[in-house]
């Protein structure tokens, strides 16, 4: 089996494949909200209610 110049394919170079990040559907630009600080998230606690404390005099006059 002879081979003729001209016959033969020309070798093809393939790019390697890299995992890129899927590209977002819309165009929009999503931001991530920033991180809340331990004041801010102790300030969206609920806070404990004060007892109301009524002292009342008693008083042995009459």
């Known amino acids: 089996m002879s081979e003729h110049a001209g016959e033969r394919a020309e070798p093809m170079r393939i790019p390697p494949v890299t995992e ?3 590209e977002p ?3 929009e630009v999503r931001i991530t909200p920033p991180t809340p600080t331990v004041a801010e998230i102790m300030a ?4 404990a209610r ?3 404390v009524v002292v009342k005099r008693t008083c042995c006059r009459p």
């Open 20 to 22: 890129k990040e899927p």
């Open 25 to 27: 559907v819309s165009s």
């Open 44 to 47: 969206m606690l609920p806070q």
């Open 50 to 52: 004060r007892p109301r």
